[in-house]
């Protein structure tokens, strides 16, 4: 074990602070992910609608902006593994602070160094999407970076709850961000967004990264990066500020055991594992979560909300996604990650073919607030956290960079689809002439079912096993 469970000790301090400090990583992971929600009518308004296109390729064109930034994601995800395992856990997030202060700045004011602020309009689209594409790359690290560093500080008895600290910040950021673009909002009217608050909203990331940076360069890196760099002088100072100094022999001796195939291929424990993780990842955005948060305020828009009343309404969505994912946090080393998956996925279905045949009806009103708030939920306390524990602790320590790599860029190339393309099915006159705006939350549901089902068939259990012991889940060879 790590630390004693006397929440008093030095080491138990240390873990939760190192822990606070990588759990920022998650906040503008959700930061990021939520912030364009309240500048979607703005983006379009300065760069879309000037170039008077056919109403395809007006909502693709729309569709690939407000999504351009997970094409970064997907690259970020993907080098994430070998960043972590070069430059170290430490080293990959200060990176990713550094994309998402550069990114900030840059999306709130695309025209620096090439024109006029405001003056450029179409022509600021592109080095726009570029912008948002480097803060994409940021979050893609950061999503992989923050939990793994905090699975590889914290004691097995405490890692699930440690983890969901992560899924607590993004969420935190979420509605963080939620709370932000209402009050910019509140500070004018829609032409007003349109000229200068889209930016104060995309521009407000600064102050959480910049705050990251800094106190990166306060924290050390974790002690199994520094085993497997042949660093154990330096992993057993650092087991020493985590744990009673008698338990720090035995754990770098067991992390020295756990590592020492540490060059083994990807599929050294076999594909199933790799599969898992991958399906984990997909069934995560297919559910449609992604889908919801970025374009909350336009969801609301077309129940018949008016604009102030629509980010109220999702501030509203995003606090119960906070209060949810406490329930996770509270129970996912008591109940365990398969039973949190089921359940979550009954409840999102239940909600998202709710809110289908409430928009196919028109029955618009309080309920489809209900269904929306109950699909948050049901996501906030299963598969919002706890795929995020799942991958940080299921793949052996031998392949675990390369395959989580793998999950988390497979995680964002599903939601560049289904976020790209819930514009464009949202937009479809022929789809909203049969379903009124329902048909992508039929999809959703559908999604949240067979995600139950396959947690049901595949997944193993992983409460309380160390992470050394996880991979004797999987056969190896």
Not at 358 to 383: C, K
Not at 398 to 403: C, M, S, T, V
Request: aromatic share 12%; with cysteine; proline share 4%.
């Amino acid at each position: 074990m790590f630390v004693t469970k006397d929440p008093g000790t030095k080491g138990q301090g240390s873990v939760v602070a190192l822990t606070l400090v990588a759990t920022l990583g998650g906040l503008l992971f959700g930061y990021d992910t939520a912030v364009i929600s309240g500048a979607v009518k703005s983006i379009d308004a300065n760069f879309i609608d000037p170039q008077n296109l056919e109403e395809t390729a007006r909502n693709t064109l729309s569709g690939f902006t407000i999504s351009s930034a997970l094409f970064g994601c997907v690259v970020g995800g993907a080098i994430a593994g070998s960043a972590g395992n070069h430059l170290g856990r430490r080293g990959g997030l200060i990176l990713a602070a550094l994309l998402f202060l550069v990114s900030a700045i840059g999306s709130a004011f695309p025209e620096l160094g090439l024109g006029a602020i405001g003056e450029m309009g179409p022509k600021a689209l592109v080095p726009f999407i570029c912008y948002r594409i480097i803060c994409g790359v940021g979050v893609g690290m950061a999503s992989m970076l923050s939990p793994l560093y905090i699975a590889e500080i914290a004691p097995p008895e405490e890692r699930g709850r440690l983890i969901s600290y992560n899924q607590m910040a993004i969420v935190g950021g979420i509605v963080g961000v939620y709370f932000v673009n209402w009050n910019i909002a509140l500070q004018g009217d829609q032409g007003w967004l349109d000229q200068v608050g889209w930016r104060w909203m995309l521009g407000s990331e600064a102050l959480p990264a910049g705050l990251f940076l800094l106190l990166l360069f306060g924290v050390p890196d974790t002690p199994r990066w520094l085993v497997l760099k042949g660093r154990t002088n330096d992993a057993l100072a650092v087991l020493k500020r985590l744990m009673p100094e008698a338990q720090a022999s035995q754990t770098l001796a067991d992390i020295e055991g756990s590592l020492v195939h540490h060059t083994d291929k990807l599929f050294s424990f076999g594909g199933k594992v790799i599969f898992i993780g991958i399906m984990l990842s997909v069934f995560q955005q297919l559910v449609g979560i992604n889908a919801v948060l970025y374009y909350a305020p336009l969801i609301f828009q077309n129940m018949g909300a008016a604009n102030d009343s629509a980010f109220l309404q999702t501030v509203i969505v995003g606090t119960a996604n906070v209060v949810f994912t406490l329930v996770a946090m509270f129970t996912v080393d008591r109940w365990g990650r398969r039973p949190l998956l089921i359940w979550g996925g009954a409840i999102m279905a239940v909600a998202m073919f709710w809110l289908g045949a409430v928009f196919n009806m028109q029955a618009l009103g309080s309920m489809a607030l209900v269904a929306m708030v109950m699909y948050v939920a049901g996501f906030a306390m299963s598969w919002g956290p706890v795929v995020w524990i799942l991958l940080a602790e299921m793949f052996p320590n031998a392949i675990k960079g390369q395959a989580l790599a793998i999950a988390v860029a497979a995680q964002w190339i599903a939601n560049v689809v289904v976020s790209w393309s819930f514009k464009v099915l949202d937009g479809s006159s022929l789809l909203n002439s049969l379903f009124h705006h329902g048909f992508s939350y039929y999809f959703y549901g559908a999604m949240s079912v067979l995600s139950a089902i396959f947690v049901y068939y595949l997944v193993p259990e992983t409460k309380e096993r160390k992470l050394e012991e996880i991979q004797e889940l999987w056969h190896k060879g």
